[in-house]
T-cell receptor, first 113, second 113 residues
């Protein structure tokens, strides 16, 4: 059972365009993390959102946690080739991380120069 | 500050053999998590160690086991290797108790032939 559904799975756009990646679930999460992973490397943490409705910005990246804490989105403004990578959302269902993180399958993003 | 380290980078084994993977967490982090990232399946939670004890395990057979040492480093053992065990094995550490953020190492690529 895939508890976190990410969409789209693949996205290829031109430099300068905007894009949004979605992470949806029927389950409530106590927190949600977004990671970026390069081929052959481990995921790198971008942000953690904890409060329903929370919005966090990291330069051109905007992360939002849904009011019910079941979904999240990542919006990139004016995408650049350096944004290319696999974007993963991961949810913590319980406090303390007892269940480990539940990961989506990821969005493969390619930014064409 | 050094990040999470893992060794070896690559490991090639034949079916039926045993594999041992090692992980050193970020200094001060007491929790270590292991994940399997197999092609097409995304990251799957394997094991969680905290303060030297196994706290939780994911939906994997008992031939996946491990331990955590007094210095909080950890090793993952996979017995009776099967071809489908070929994957990237990722270790993550977390400050426990504390926020849910997990920080990943670069992974060990295990290939079973």
């Amino acid at each position: 059972t895939q508890l976190l559904e990410q969409s789209p799975q693949f996205l290829s756009i031109q430099e300068g365009e905007n894009l949004t990646v979605y992470c949806n679930s029927s389950s409530v999460f106590s927190s949600l993390q977004w990671y970026r992973q390069e081929p052959g490397e481990g995921p790198v943490l971008l942000v953690t959102v904890v409060t329903g409705g929370e919005v966090k910005k990291l330069k051109r990246l905007t992360f939002q946690f849904g009011d019910a804490r079941k979904d999240s989105s990542l919006h990139i403004t004016a995408a650049q080739p350096g944004d290319t990578g696999l974007y993963l959302c991961a949810g913590a269902k319980s406090g303390g991380g007892a269940d480990g993180l539940t990961f989506g399958k990821g969005t493969h993003l390619i930014i064409q120069p | 500050e050094a990040g999470v380290t893992q060794s070896p980078t690559h490991l090639i084994k034949t079916r039926g053999q045993q594999a041992t993977l090692r992980c050193s967490p970020i200094s001060g982090h007491t929790s270590v998590y292991w994940y399997q990232q197999a092609l097409g399946l995304g990251l799957q939670f394997l094991l969680w160690y905290d303060e030297g004890e196994e706290r939780n395990r994911g939906n994997f057979p008992p031939r996946f086991s491990g331990r955590q040492f007094p210095n909080y480093s950890s090793e993952l053992n996979v017995n009776a290797l099967e071809l489908e065990d070929s994957a990237l094995y990722l270790c993550a550490s977390r400050l426990s108790p504390g926020p849910h953020e997990q920080y990943f190492g670069p992974g060990t690529r295990l290939t079973v032939t």
